[in-house]
């Protein structure tokens, strides 16, 4: 009995002590009481830090859509198609963004995404070694497909050069150890890539592999909202992202919307807060870049585009880099911006 009464006086004093460093938030009603979500764009991590954006479109830009339906319109022969969201707000734009093209190289940040997930499931070790073999041996851009047949390469380095120079063998080599086209097919298809289909090794010069620029683009919103990947691959993906050395088509459209033109796209925009990190595509026939833009007032956008037209037509890119540069005024408010000495 003496047990309890003892307990009992313990427990007052607690509640009573809890109940003191309460009631000052009680007063405020800043516990207690449920409050309805934010607006998506006021979103905030519990450690008061900026929540990750969402492939949520909310708010059509229809300006921009229509634009870009103009700019497309002025270039007889050649097919565009364009897409992007901002994933903090859901504002996007759109044309034709559900049409499957040519692929050429920009399937090839699919392709990462697929290989970073299997790594995160635990079936891929970043170090496995990859045997070059005749089979995935490839031609055109890269460096891998010139070492002697035998030749063994760790998964880190086949999924970085992959992408920092597009290396063709590296994609193949990646492919091979996915499991081959129809398994990465069925992994596409399970994270809602429909337009996305890998029907030959690379570099695929005849256009045969396909995506949209819509998944190219959800490609790299499943990743920075975290719906997939662990957050240590989800680093390995932007830093692999960030090292592609190809800077001709949305950063320089990026650059271009702000009045601007440099041989150095990349560093010119770092002077003003916005960063891209994005992986492109050339086959001559088709040409692509998709990326993920950190905007100066920390909001991300991804954004893709993609044309199909005569061989090594110099409208094809440029066609890309005045979409982008027509996204970026509708994204940057430029009046309150001015490039860093």
Do not use: C
């Amino acid at each position: 009995m003496g047990r309890l009464v003892v307990l009992g006086a313990g427990l007052g004093v607690l509640v009573g002590t809890g109940l003191k460093l309460l009631a000052p938030r009680l007063a405020l009603g800043t516990i207690g009481v449920p409050r309805a979500d934010p607006a998506p764009s006021a979103r905030v991590m519990p450690g008061g830090g900026m929540a990750l954006g969402r492939f949520e479109p909310r708010r059509e830009l229809t300006d921009l859509s229509q634009e870009w339906a103009k700019l497309a319109a002025a270039q007889k022969g050649l097919i565009a198609s364009g897409y992007m969201l901002v994933l903090d707000d859901g504002r996007y734009a759109q044309l034709q963004s559900d049409l499957a093209l040519p692929a050429a190289s920009s399937i090839k940040s699919p392709i990462l995404l697929v290989g970073l997930d299997t790594l995160d499931a635990g079936r891929l070790r970043w170090n496995d070694l990859l045997p070059l073999t005749k089979e995935v041996q490839a031609g055109g851009a890269g460096w891998m497909g010139n070492k002697p047949i035998g030749s063994r390469f760790p998964v880190y380095e086949a999924a970085t050069e992959m992408i920092r120079v597009s290396d063709n063998t590296a994609t193949n080599l990646m492919i091979k150890r996915l499991g081959g086209s129809v398994a990465v097919n069925e992994r596409f298809r399970a994270l809602g890539l429909s337009a996305t289909v890998i029907n030959n090794w690379l570099p695929d010069l005849n256009g045969t592999n396909t995506t949209s620029s819509h998944d190219l683009a959800r490609t790299i919103a499943l990743v920075d909202s975290g719906e997939k990947l662990s957050p240590r691959a989800r680093d390995l993906y932007r830093q692999i992202m960030a090292s592609s050395s190809t800077n001709t088509m949305i950063p320089a459209g990026l650059l271009k919307g702000l009045g601007k033109e440099s041989s150095d796209p990349d560093s010119e925009l770092l002077g003003y807060g916005i960063s891209a990190l994005n992986k492109t595509g050339d086959i001559g026939i088709a040409y692509a870049d998709s990326a993920l833009i950190e905007l100066p007032n920390g909001q991300r956008a991804v954004a893709a585009f993609m044309v199909k037209g005569p061989f090594n037509d110099p409208r094809s890119a440029e066609l890309i880099r005045a979409m982008a540069a027509a996204a970026s005024r509708r994204l940057v408010d430029t009046t309150s911006l001015a490039p860093q000495p």
